[in-house]
């Protein structure tokens, strides 16, 4: 796996990525990216500090794995060299990730041409008008587009790389590392960028604490009366805050988790799927397969064949 350094980058989004595949981690008996920084020279980084790299452009494009940080200046061209390299490792079957506005990048290079693709809001536009190819999502968090993926502004790069996590080696493992980091285990690709700000406190603390409550009993049935009750406020009222407080609504959420803590069961187990289905609160194996198909892109067996054969 490589990641780019480039003169006039911000530190947090290389920061993210060496945080998630760049450390050591014992703790998780498994074999774990070997990660390189790669530059085209010395970089100077927002703040006045000089990098040097140990590793060029050569090698960021021979990984399996080729994550672009945002860019220093959406409107500048993108370096040739770099262009070159991210076409090099395309060509070779790379996965290639960008955060933030590193989708220019991957956008210079016509590697997101018919594609759908995830940058910062605020820059969105922007991109969609200089590359009219590309299917430009200016409100979700990340766009999963198999060997290509990209992310939202920098925050949404930790959802990104712990998506990556997830997808190479298990929810388990994916969740190990969210605690590590102190971040929310799972945040779709599909959430929405800007989330209105709670009107009230006290109604955005009632509503975390019904999804607290939601979370440790998944099997049981949840309705949003349910939950609104739990809270202390009306339906209509619940509903209004939830989507302040998450950009999503109370059902959507509920499936999003039911089917997130289906995948360990997947992966660990050999529990039948009408098993798996109850255990996380689905009403019926059909059910359970319809969202889980929507949100996964295959099925609760082709999941677990293709994660039994991974590991």
């Given at each position: 796996m490589?990641?780019?350094?480039?003169?006039?980058?911000?530190?947090?989004?290389?920061?993210?990525?060496?945080?998630?595949?760049?450390?050591?981690r014992p703790e998780l008996d498994i074999d774990w990216y070997r990660l390189l920084i790669c530059a085209d020279g010395p970089v100077r980084?927002?703040?006045?500090?000089?990098?040097?790299?140990?590793?060029?452009?050569?090698?960021?494009?021979?990984?399996?794995?080729?994550?672009?940080p945002g860019v220093a200046d959406v409107r500048a061209p993108v370096?040739?060299?770099?262009?070159?390299?991210?076409?090099?490792?395309?060509?070779?079957?790379?996965?290639?990730?960008?955060?933030?506005?590193?989708?220019?990048?991957?956008?210079?290079?016509?590697?997101?041409?018919?594609?759908?693709?995830?940058?910062h809001w605020r820059y969105a536009p922007l991109l969609a008008e200089r590359h009219p190819g590309v299917e430009v999502d200016a409100d979700v968090l990340y766009v999963d587009d198999g060997d290509i993926l990209t992310s939202a502004g920098s925050a949404a790069g930790i959802d990104l790389c712990v998506h990556l996590v997830r997808t190479d080696h298990g929810a388990?493992?994916?969740?190990?590392?969210?605690?590590?980091?102190?971040?929310?285990?799972?945040?779709?690709?599909?959430?929405?960028?800007?989330?209105?700000?709670?009107?009230?406190?006290v109604s955005a603390d009632a509503v975390?604490?019904?999804?607290?409550?939601?979370?440790?009993?998944?099997?049981?049935?949840?309705?949003?009366?349910?939950?609104?009750?739990?809270?202390?406020?009306?339906?209509?009222?619940?509903?209004?805050?939830?989507?302040?407080?998450?950009?999503?609504?109370?059902i959507r959420w509920l499936i999003t988790q039911r089917v997130q803590a289906s995948l360990a069961l997947l992966e660990t187990g050999t529990h039948p799927i009408p098993a798996i289905a109850a255990a996380v609160g689905f009403e019926s194996p059909v059910t359970y397969r319809h969202h889980f198909t929507r949100a996964m892109r295959t099925s609760p067996s082709a999941y677990r064949r293709a994660f039994q054969e991974r590991r």
């Amino acid at each position: 796996m490589s990641v780019l350094a480039y003169d006039g980058m911000s530190p947090f989004e290389l920061g993210i990525v060496t945080e998630v595949f760049g450390l050591h981690r014992p703790e998780l008996d498994i074999d774990w990216y070997r990660l390189l920084i790669c530059a085209d020279g010395p970089v100077r980084v927002v703040g006045g500090a000089m990098m040097h790299a140990e590793n060029d452009l050569a090698a960021l494009a021979a990984a399996d794995t080729v994550i672009i940080p945002g860019v220093a200046d959406v409107r500048a061209p993108v370096p040739a060299p770099v262009v070159a390299a991210l076409r090099s490792a395309h060509t070779r079957g790379a996965r290639l990730v960008s955060i933030c506005s590193g989708a220019f990048a991957l956008a210079a290079a016509g590697l997101l041409e018919g594609r759908r693709a995830a940058t910062h809001w605020r820059y969105a536009p922007l991109l969609a008008e200089r590359h009219p190819g590309v299917e430009v999502d200016a409100d979700v968090l990340y766009v999963d587009d198999g060997d290509i993926l990209t992310s939202a502004g920098s925050a949404a790069g930790i959802d990104l790389c712990v998506h990556l996590v997830r997808t190479d080696h298990g929810a388990t493992v994916a969740n190990a590392v969210a605690r590590r980091l102190v971040v929310a285990p799972h945040r779709e690709g599909g959430q929405a960028q800007f989330i209105e700000a709670p009107v009230q406190a006290v109604s955005a603390d009632a509503v975390a604490d019904s999804m607290t409550w939601a979370l440790a009993n998944l099997a049981e049935p949840i309705t949003v009366e349910s939950l609104a009750r739990r809270s202390h406020l009306s339906p209509r009222t619940y509903l209004r805050r939830f989507k302040q407080t998450t950009g999503t609504s109370p059902i959507r959420w509920l499936i999003t988790q039911r089917v997130q803590a289906s995948l360990a069961l997947l992966e660990t187990g050999t529990h039948p799927i009408p098993a798996i289905a109850a255990a996380v609160g689905f009403e019926s194996p059909v059910t359970y397969r319809h969202h889980f198909t929507r949100a996964m892109r295959t099925s609760p067996s082709a999941y677990r064949r293709a994660f039994q054969e991974r590991r």
